[in-house]
């Protein structure tokens, strides 16, 4: 049975699929930050160019927005 089919007929593949979506995303994160420390600009904003704080940086190492332009997280069950 193929993904799709298993999806169709929920037997449990749909948390799967989103696990692997988020590991996707955080793979994806994982290389820009690798390619920010290539080409130097590793700690600073990719929106505005300013330092990102180490605050920041020390809770989020993949972190690539400053405090400014970095999306508010919140807390899980909490409805924004």
Do not use: F, K, N
């Amino acid at each position: 049975m193929s993904v799709v089919e298993r999806e169709q007929h929920g037997d449990g593949a749909g948390p799967q699929l989103a696990r692997l979506e988020t590991i996707g995303a955080h793979l994806d994160a994982v290389e820009a930050a690798l390619a920010a420390l290539d080409d130097g600009s590793y700690g600073r904003c990719r929106r505005c160019g300013q330092p990102i704080a180490d605050e920041i940086l020390g809770r989020d190492p993949l972190a690539g927005d400053c405090g400014e332009h970095r999306l508010p997280v919140m807390p899980p069950g909490e409805a924004g």
